[in-house]
């Protein structure tokens, strides 16, 4: 338990789920756009490596789901035009090191995005609502039931989505 509280508190996480089998435990890195994957058992055990990286906002939230694959929230850290700032490891330190420019490159509370990633750590599926029409700033989201459940701070209610729409 000591290496999953180094790896916790090291990584300043916004969220952790552990695997189906719970063989290890994926760590969200808000502000690096990435979940880290840290190895609980087997021959990895103790070891912290990349689940994925690079995703379309920063990860808030994780949820494992029925079928193995989790449900990531990701909130929208850029402003529109600015969405490069995430691949650069330099602008991301820059932008984080700076209230003025975490205003300038601050899109969260407009956009709601999800993603759906399998155990390989592939997005298998992308929801959004790209103007927060219907439900902005998104934090958690959850599988239950062939349902979607999602959480917003923004909002005073949660939304629900059909999985399996006919």
Not at 27 to 41: A, I, N, P, Q, S
Not at 47 to 72: K, M, R
């Amino acid at each position: 338990m000591i290496g999953i509280w180094m790896c916790l508190r090291q990584n300043l996480m916004g969220s952790c789920s552990i695997s189906e089998d719970q063989d290890y435990l994926v760590v969200c890195e808000t502000w690096k756009f990435r979940c880290l994957r840290y190895w609980l058992k087997g021959e990895k055990r103790g070891q912290t490596e990349i689940f994925i990286e690079n995703l379309p906002g920063g990860p808030d939230n994780i949820n494992l789901a029925p079928d193995g694959s989790f449900w990531i929230a990701l909130l929208q850290l850029t402003s529109d035009g600015l969405e490069f700032v995430h691949s650069s490891r330099a602008a991301k330190l820059l932008v984080a090191t700076s209230g003025k420019l975490v205003e300038l490159v601050n899109g969260l509370h407009k956009k709601a995005m999800v993603v759906n990633v399998g155990a390989d750590g592939k997005i298998i599926k992308k929801l959004e609502d790209p103007n927060g029409s219907v439900m902005s700033f998104v934090t958690s989201v959850v599988e239950f039931e062939d349902h979607l459940y999602f959480g917003s701070l923004q909002n005073n209610f949660i939304g629900k989505l059909p999985l399996n729409v006919a």
